[in-house]
């Protein structure tokens, strides 16, 4: 069974661009979770998604959205990026949506802003 | 809201030692979910361990375990027979537990475990 699948694995782009990340869950998955990784903040839960549904959203500024199709596959979305956009992003899928369920993890898109 | 806290930035362990991460956490919620993840170079979080709140067993698998102290809000790692193939960054997280939909991991700073051959 494949995994989460994150693409692409790295990307640079300049500040004022804007960048799509993708995440490909799990088969059968229908929970997308995203999280930003930074050194200084660590992992801050950026939203999450459920049946093409945003159920959750963090504390992140408008400039970061996301989607979520019909077979589950999810993107996130940055426009206007700032160097503090830098980060790793990590996607995570679910089969459940409850608190119990395992989340397993892709390999994140490394995201450098310059 | 709740936090979770990592006291520890670095550790490191002898091969074939024991090491215990710690971890505590503040909520007033009285039924949650804690885990621990690694997250080793390759950057992909894996899933170590997991506890119910409501269980008052302490979770194990295999050489992992975890000592769950709910009152004192504190859910420790227990490392034994350390490999070097543990070597990784080891996360703490907390979930609420929500009727319906998930709610998002809320995450330590992580700890730095380092395997000395």
């Known amino acids: 069974k494949a995994g989460v699948t994150q693409t692409p694995r790295y990307l640079i782009k300049t500040r004022g661009q804007q960048v799509t990340l993708s995440c490909s869950p799990i088969s059968g998955h229908r929970s997308v979770s995203w999280y930003q990784q930074t050194p200084g903040q660590g992992l801050q839960f950026l939203f999450e998604?459920?049946?093409?549904?945003?159920?959750n959203k963090g504390n992140f500024p408008g400039r970061f959205s996301g989607r979520q199709f019909s077979n589950s596959r999810s993107e996130m979305n940055v426009s206007t990026l700032e160097l503090g956009d830098s980060a790793l992003y990590l996607c995570?899928?679910?089969?459940?949506?409850?608190?119990?369920?395992?989340?397993?993890f892709g390999q994140g898109t490394r995201l450098t802003v310059v | 809201a709740q936090t979770v806290t990592q006291s520890q930035p670095e550790m490191s362990v002898q091969e074939a030692e024991t090491v215990t991460l710690s971890c505590t956490y503040d909520t007033s919620e009285s039924d949650y979910y804690l885990f621990w993840y690694k997250q080793p170079p390759s950057r992909q979080m894996i899933l170590v361990i997991r506890?119910?709140?409501?269980?008052?067993q302490n979770a194990t698998e295999n050489r992992f375990s975890v000592n769950f102290q709910k009152a004192a809000k504190s859910f420790s790692l227990k490392i034994s027979d350390s490999q070097l193939g543990d070597a990784a960054m080891y996360f703490c997280?907390?979930?609420?537990?929500?009727?319906?939909?998930?709610?998002?991991?809320?995450f330590g700073k992580g700890t730095r475990l380092s395997v000395i051959a």
């Open positions: 997280a907390y979930r609420s537990v929500r009727n319906s939909g998930n709610t998002p991991l809320v």
């Open positions: 998604y459920f049946s093409e549904t945003q159920r």
């Open positions: 506890q119910e709140a409501y269980k008052q």
């Open positions: 995570a899928s679910s089969f459940l949506n409850r608190g119990s369920t395992e989340a397993f």
